[in-house]
Structures are given as structure tokens and as C-alpha cells.
């Protein structure tokens, strides 16, 4: 997709900032990327309180994982929940890998109103999902992603979430499912342990 696709769409500082963390040991390449989308200009920094256009912000993504490589994007990845703080609700495996949805919701908005109200429980649509589907009989989560980031990147924040309550859980990606990367609508991975 064209950055053109995502105009109505921001990203919050928070959750750039979040990512960008994870590509500390490549310091250069981020700022380079930063900078040649329009991220940031010359000098600056990623303001986190403040809001960023999606399409560039993709497009930086997609040419840092060029450079770094897509296990490195996985990584990067699992360090997104790292120093988030979990509210209270967030107690095991299957609400952690539930809310990476309103997460996400609550860090994008659409012709600038936040995609989440935590008030009426609303979510805008328009950005894909982070799905959520426990399995009854068995210690499994699936979860269907059709949002615009990268695959690799996608599955390390649901293994970064579900590792945080079950140190053994494993994500794996659905071999026989699509993948974005092969053009694809979704991915799906399954959390299991
Ligand atoms: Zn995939």
C-alpha cells in the first residue's frame, strides 16, 4: 500500500517511540529512515506525547527491515511491551494477548480521534485487527492480524506479550495460513504452552 492509503491514519509518539527503541543497536539506520520519510526533520527527535502520520511511518519501517533483516524485526518486536506498564486487568496469558488490540487502538487515530474510547468500549475500524481466539480445550491462542505492519514485527509484540505471563508460551506463524509478506491478507499465528 501507498502512504497515500493510510492519509486519515496517525501513530502516537508512544508507540513510534516504543518501536524505535528497539533499534537502538542500529542507531544511524533509524534516524537516516526517520529523517528521509519526514519523520523527523534534521536535529530533532520523535516527540513522544505528539502524533505521526501512519504512511511514512510504514514506509520507514518497511526500508528499516530492508537493513536490518526480518529476524532482527522480530526482535525488535518482542521489545515493544518491554517497558510498558500493564494495567491491572492484564493478569495472564489470554488477557495480554487480548489486549494488544485496544493497545493498539488506543496508539492510532483515524481523522484524529483516537481509534479506541475506553469509555463506551468502541473501536474504529479501518486499521485490520490483532485477533484473539482462545482455544477451549487446549492451552492455545490464535490470533489473525490483518493490520498494515510487518508480519515479523507483529509476531514478537504477541510473543512478547504472551512470554510476560507464560516464560514457556511459543508464537509461531501458521505455515499453512497467508502472509502479508507473500501478499497475503492476514497472518496468523498461534500462541501455544
Ligand atoms: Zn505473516
Known amino acids: ?4 492509503a493510510f492519509a486519515e491514519y496517525e501513530v502516537s509518539g508512544e508507540s513510534l517511540g516504543a518501536i524505535l527503541d528497539g533499534f537502538k543497536n542500529y542507531p544511524t539506520v533509524a534516524l537516516n529512515y526517520l529523517q528521509k520519510f519526514g519523520i523527523v526533520k534534521k536535529d530533532q527527535v520523535v516527540d513522544r506525547k505528539g ?13 528499516m527491515m530492508t537493513d536490518v533483516g526480518a529476524n532482527s524485526m522480530y526482535k525488535i518486536g518482542r ?14 496469558i489470554y488477557s495480554a494477548v487480548a489486549s494488544v488490540d485496544v493497545a493498539y487502538r488506543v496508539n492510532h487515530r483515524k481523522n484524529g480521534v483516537v481509534m479506541f474510547d475506553p469509555l463506551t468500549g468502541h ?24 493490520g498494515p505492519y510487518p508480519c515479523e514485527l507483529d509476531r514478537g509484540l504477541i510473543a512478547a506479550m ?12 501458521d ?7 507473500k501478499g497475503g491478507k492476514s497472518c496468523t499465528y498461534v500462541v501455544f504452552w
Request: net charge negative; charged share 20%.
Open 123 to 146: 473501536k474504529t475500524e479501518g486499521l485490520g485487527h490483532y485477533g484473539y481466539e482462545p482455544a477451549n480445550d487446549t492451552t492455545q491462542i490464535i490470533s489473525v492480524c490483518d
Open 51 to 63: 502524533w505521526y502520520p501512519l504512511g511514512p511511518w510504514l514506509a520507514t519501517l518497511e526500508a
Open 1 to 4: 500500500m501507498t502512504a497515500e
Open 175 to 181: 505455515p499453512d495460513a497467508p502472509c502479508r509478506k
Open 162 to 173: 504472551a512470554a510476560r505471563f507464560e516464560p514457556s508460551a511459543k508464537t509461531q506463524h
Open 79 to 92: 521489545s515493544i511491551p518491554e517497558n510498558s506498564i500493564f494495567p491491572p486487568h492484564i493478569k495472564d
